[in-house]
């Protein structure tokens, strides 16, 4: 689709249009969609983000759109009594899911989506996990779909910022691990994808992160110079092998 836009000779000039919609939940502001907006706009999405704390459900958008994606943050999901809008926000999921509309969770999103679909979400028997370690594929009989493949890359390290867990939902599909935690990623058939730990993080966007989560760090012992100094180390490799990956991933849905 395109429009027409007046350029400055006179000239009309054909501008292509977005075709495609994707609705962004968004938690913290500086948990965004990192490397995955550029490959989202290259296939001519329109992101429209909503600040889900101060949204009114429902959301028709979520239900319409070609794409939900929901995006991190310092909460969890059995917190509803204090934030009152998770509830809202997990029935908003959990009505995409039952559509068997594309849906894509990171780290809290995951747990969201994970309980929409009746897990249990639960604070880690071993702590936090924050920092740069690799994830490996989930044991079991089947093997990773193949756009998976570039975060499991040997050497590869992903980034890490969670304190709670959950079970593998029903019917859904385990493709990850980590040392610590069994459950990093799962995907329901080919329309649902949930990833606790973070490949859409950059070098530059994380040291937003080491400001908003101050605290969390101070208290758990964990020195943002030395976050900063392995992000040097490990981001530029997760960059280029996260842009594999979603493009494959993007590839496979639509």
């Not at 292509?16 to 500086?30: D, E």
């Not at 747990?111 to 920092?131: D, F, K, S």
């Not at 304190?163 to 990623?185: C, I, R, V, W």
Request: aromatic letters at 12%.
């Amino acid at each position: 689709m395109y429009s027409e836009s007046r350029g400055c000779g006179g000239y009309t000039i054909a501008m292509p249009m977005p075709s495609r919609h994707a609705v962004v939940l968004s938690h913290v502001a500086f948990e965004d969609l990192g490397s995955l907006e550029a490959p989202l706009r290259e296939r001519g999405f329109a992101i429209e983000t909503v600040d889900v704390a101060t949204a009114r459900f429902p959301l028709p958008q979520a239900e319409r759109c070609d794409l939900l994606v929901v995006l991190g943050g310092p909460i969890g999901v059995y917190d509803q009594r204090e934030y009152p809008f998770l509830t809202s926000e997990i029935a908003c999921i959990a009505a995409r899911l039952a559509a068997r509309r594309p849906v894509l969770g990171i780290c809290l999103g995951a747990q969201l989506m994970a309980a929409a679909l009746g897990a249990r979400v639960y604070p880690g028997a071993h702590g936090a996990e924050i920092g740069w370690s690799p994830i490996e594929a989930a044991p079991g009989p089947a093997d990773s779909p193949e756009w998976f493949a570039p975060l499991l890359a040997p050497g590869l390290a992903v980034f890490h910022w969670h304190g709670d867990t959950f079970d593998l939902p029903p019917g859904a599909s385990h493709l990850a691990k980590t040392e610590l935690y069994m459950n990093q990623s799962f995907s329901i058939d080919n329309f649902a994808l949930g990833l606790q730990f973070h490949p859409e993080v950059t070098e530059t966007g994380l040291e937003r992160w080491y400001v908003g989560h101050a605290y969390e760090l101070h208290y758990a012992g964990i020195s943002p110079t030395r976050l900063r100094a392995d992000a040097q180390r490990y981001a530029p490799a997760l960059q280029e092998a996260a842009g594999r990956f979603w493009n494959l991933w993007l590839d496979s849905i639509f």
